[in-house]
């Protein structure tokens, strides 16, 4: 078993910043990829960013330029740098981790971004 925990998110200002972070626990012994997505209400889930284990990212298109995701191996957290951020990045946030073929999603941390 593969435990997933986000944390980070909060309510911010357009044009304000937010961190989040991503930590996997439990018996994998080799994460692959791990990547950040989104829900907003009424929406599908997107994929905002992710990133291999030897660093390789993509990110999708509404966050390009203003979001970086990052990790380290040893902790076996990854993070996302979230910066100019726009009342449409108002969303549940996802952390999912990859491993042997297998997956394993967290309960999300919600970013409000509102004046």
């Known amino acids: 078993q593969v435990q997933v925990v986000e944390s980070g998110g909060g309510l911010v200002q357009p044009g304000g910043s937010l961190r989040l972070s991503c930590v996997a626990s439990?018996?994998?012994?080799?994460?692959?990829?791990m990547g950040w997505y989104r829900q907003a209400p009424g929406k599908e889930r997107e994929l905002v960013a992710r990133?291999?284990?030897?660093?390789?990212?993509s990110y999708g298109d509404s966050v390009k330029g203003r979001f970086t995701i990052s990790r380290d191996n040893a902790k076996n957290t990854a993070y996302l740098q979230m910066n100019s951020l726009k009342p449409e990045d108002t969303a549940l946030y996802y952390c999912?981790?990859?491993?042997?073929?297998?997956?394993?999603w967290g309960q999300g941390t919600q970013v409000t971004v509102s004046s």
């Open positions: 439990g018996s994998a012994s080799s994460i692959n990829a």
């Open positions: 990133i291999t284990r030897g660093d390789s990212t």
């Open positions: 999912k981790v990859s491993w042997n073929l297998m997956n394993a």
